[in-house]
């Protein structure tokens, strides 16, 4: 069993910067795959950003490709979000979730197990 426990969201302009961070608790490892999804208001859970293994491989979503970077700290078993240039397009809850095995797609939602309770991001023009 993983427990996830999100931090960090908040309000802020565009152009402002914001990192989320995420605390696990219970059977993880390297090769647990983590990753950042979000949910706008009347849209569908899109992933964000993930990383998987031991050596640390990456995806994000275009949308976020080059602003956003996930990184994780097995020491403390915390994955963090570091997100730069928001934009009101970023606007979102955000959740954190993991994995025990990667299955195919480090972005698609129904291939994580685990999922925290959300924390809200709001980016104003």
């Known amino acids: 069993q993983v427990q996830l426990t999100e931090s960090g969201g908040g309000s802020v302009q565009a152009g402002g910067s914001l990192r989320l961070s995420c605390a696990a608790s219970g059977n993880t490892g390297s090769g647990t795959m983590m990753g950042w999804f979000r949910q706008a208001p009347g849209k569908e859970r899109e992933g964000v950003a993930a990383?998987?293994?031991?050596?640390?491989?990456?995806s994000y979503a275009r949308s976020v490709r080059g602003r956003f970077t996930i990184s994780r700290d097995n020491t403390k078993n915390t994955v963090y979000l570091q997100m730069n240039s928001l934009k009101p397009e970023d606007t979102a809850m955000y959740y954190c979730?993991?994995?025990?095995?990667?299955?195919?797609?480090?972005?698609?939602?129904?291939?994580?197990?685990?999922w925290g309770q959300g924390t809200q991001v709001t980016v104003s023009s």
């Open positions: 979730a993991a994995a025990g095995s990667f299955k195919g797609d480090l972005l698609r939602p129904r291939d994580y197990n685990y």
């Open positions: 990383i998987y293994g031991g050596q640390g491989i990456t």
